[in-house]
C-alpha cells in the first residue's frame, strides 16, 4: 500500500512539474544554448528601418542589442515614415538582400493594413500577458511598444516668445517659422500634429477636418514651411518651431545642449498621445534574429532603453507595479500635470483620420501628388 501511494506521490509530482514547465513563458537566456539565440546568431544579421538613435533611445538599444547577442545590425532610411517602412517591405517582397526590412516601428493606425495585405507574420513574446490587451493584436501579429504626446519643439534663441497653444502659431510674429516633422500621408507623427489641431480647433476624434484648416490657415499667413522639419532644420533657426513627439523633442533639447537652446511645450489644447507598434516582415529575410529583437525590446532591459528616451513604454504599469523601474528614469519624465486632458484616440479613429487626410490635404479633395514624389522632394503643400 505505501509503495503505491508511493508511486502515486511521484506521479503527481511529476505532472505538477511538467505542468510548471508548459506555463512557464519562453525566455531568451543570452546564450548560444538558448534555440532562439543560436538560430539568430546563424542568420548573423538584422535589419531595422527608420530607428534614428534619438528617437527613443533607439541608439541605445540597438547597441545594447549588439553587445548582448552579438549580431550586426543594418539600419535603413533612419528619418523614413512609418508608409516608407511599410513600403520598404512591399517592395523587396522577394529579395533577402539588405534593402529588405526584418522589423517595422509603425503608427498604431497602419496595424490592421499591415495585416489585410498580409506583411507581417505572428510573434508573441514572453512578456505577451503583461502588454495590455487594447495595445496589441491577439494573434500576434503586431504590438504596442510605447507612446508620446504630441508638442511644440522650439529653438528659443530663434523664437523669445515660445508658443504656448495651437492657436499662437498663427500670430504674425511666427511667419516663416512653423513646420511638421513628416509628410501627414506618410508620417504617424505628422498625421497626429493635424490630430491635435483638429482636437484644439472645435474638431474631435471623429472629425480632424478642423485640423486642415487649420494648416491652412498656417499656410495662408505665410507661417508654415512647407519641408520636413528635424533637428539639424530646428538648430539652423530654419524650422524653429515644429510639432514634435515629446519624447523626439526632448531628446532633441539633450542632444543640442544649449546650442541652441530648445524649449519643449506640451500646448494648453489638442493634447494627444500617440500609441506605435511592432511587427515582423512576412518577408523578413532574417526571422529568428526579427524574433530576438523582439524578445530584446519587451524585455524589462528592452522597455528601458525606452523610457531612458523619455518614452513611456507599453508595459509601463506592469513594471511599476514590479518596482522595476530606477527612480532616475521615472523623475526624468515631464510632470503628469502637463499631461492631464491627454486622449488616446482608437485604432478605427486613428485609421479614418489618416483616410481622411490622405484624400483631404488639398483644397481639390485628391493628392495630385504622389506620397512618394513628396517625401523625395521634402515638401508638404497646403493648398
Known amino acids: 500500500m505505501r509503495q503505491k501511494l508511493l508511486y502515486k506521490l511521484i506521479i503527481v509530482l511529476v505532472l505538477a512539474s511538467m505542468l510548471v514547465v508548459a506555463c512557464?513563458?519562453?525566455?531568451?537566456?543570452?546564450?548560444?544554448?538558448?534555440?532562439?539565440?543560436?538560430?539568430?546568431?546563424?542568420?548573423?544579421?538584422?535589419?531595422?528601418?527608420?530607428?534614428?538613435?534619438?528617437?527613443?533611445?533607439?541608439?541605445?538599444?540597438?547597441?545594447a542589442f549588439k553587445a548582448k547577442y552579438g549580431l550586426t545590425v543594418n539600419e535603413l532610411?533612419?528619418?523614413?515614415?512609418?508608409?516608407?517602412?511599410?513600403?520598404?517591405?512591399?517592395?523587396?517582397?522577394?529579395?533577402?538582400?539588405?534593402?529588405?526590412?526584418?522589423?517595422?516601428?509603425?503608427?498604431?493606425?497602419?496595424?490592421?493594413?499591415?495585416?489585410?495585405?498580409?506583411?507581417?507574420?505572428?510573434?508573441?513574446?514572453?512578456?505577451?500577458?503583461?502588454?495590455?490587451a487594447d495595445s496589441k493584436n491577439a494573434d500576434g501579429y503586431w504590438y504596442g511598444d510605447y507612446y508620446g504626446v504630441m508638442a511644440f519643439e522650439v529653438n528659443s534663441d530663434v523664437v523669445t516668445n515660445v508658443p504656448q497653444d495651437w492657436a499662437d502659431l498663427l500670430k504674425p510674429e511666427y511667419k516663416g517659422l512653423v513646420a511638421l516633422s513628416g509628410d501627414p500621408r506618410a508620417s504617424a507623427q505628422a498625421q497626429m500634429s493635424v490630430f491635435g489641431a483638429a482636437l484644439a480647433n472645435g474638431g474631435s476624434l471623429d472629425n480632424v477636418q478642423p485640423g486642415l484648416d487649420f494648416f491652412k490657415q498656417l499656410n495662408d499667413a505665410g507661417n508654415f514651411v512647407p519641408v520636413i522639419a528635424k533637428q539639424a532644420t530646428v538648430a539652423k533657426g530654419e524650422t524653429p518651431i515644429i510639432m514634435r513627439w515629446d519624447y523626439n523633442a526632448l531628446a532633441d533639447k539633450a542632444a543640442l545642449a544649449g546650442n541652441p537652446n530648445i524649449e519643449v511645450v506640451i500646448p494648453k489644447t489638442g493634447v494627444i498621445a500617440g500609441v506605435y507598434i511592432q511587427a515582423i516582415s512576412a518577408y523578413a529575410p532574417h526571422p529568428n534574429a526579427a524574433k530576438l529583437w523582439m524578445e530584446f525590446l519587451y524585455s524589462d532591459e528592452g522597455q528601458l532603453a525606452w523610457l531612458k528616451g523619455g518614452c513611456h513604454p507599453i508595459r509601463y504599469n506592469d513594471m511599476v507595479a514590479r518596482n522595476a523601474i530606477p527612480a532616475e528614469y521615472a523623475d526624468a519624465l515631464p510632470s503628469a500635470e502637463l499631461y492631464a486632458n491627454t486622449v488616446f484616440p482608437s485604432i478605427d479613429q486613428i485609421n479614418a483620420a489618416k483616410v481622411y487626410i490622405k484624400v483631404h490635404i488639398n483644397g481639390q479633395g485628391v493628392v495630385h501628388i504622389s506620397i512618394r514624389q513628396h517625401i523625395k522632394t521634402n515638401r508638404i503643400d497646403f493648398d
Open 24 to 63: 512557464t513563458p519562453k525566455t531568451t537566456t543570452g546564450t548560444d544554448a538558448d534555440p532562439l539565440v543560436a538560430a539568430a546568431k546563424a542568420e548573423g544579421q538584422l535589419t531595422v528601418i527608420a530607428l534614428p538613435h534619438d528617437w527613443c533611445n533607439y541608439g541605445g538599444a540597438i547597441e
Open 77 to 132: 532610411n533612419p528619418d523614413a515614415g512609418s508608409g516608407d517602412e511599410i513600403e520598404a517591405i512591399k517592395a523587396n517582397k522577394d529579395s533577402k538582400g539588405p534593402q529588405a526590412p526584418d522589423v517595422i516601428d509603425v503608427g498604431y493606425g497602419f496595424g490592421p493594413q499591415l495585416i489585410e495585405e498580409g506583411l507581417v507574420m505572428p510573434y508573441k513574446v514572453s512578456t505577451w500577458d503583461s502588454i495590455p
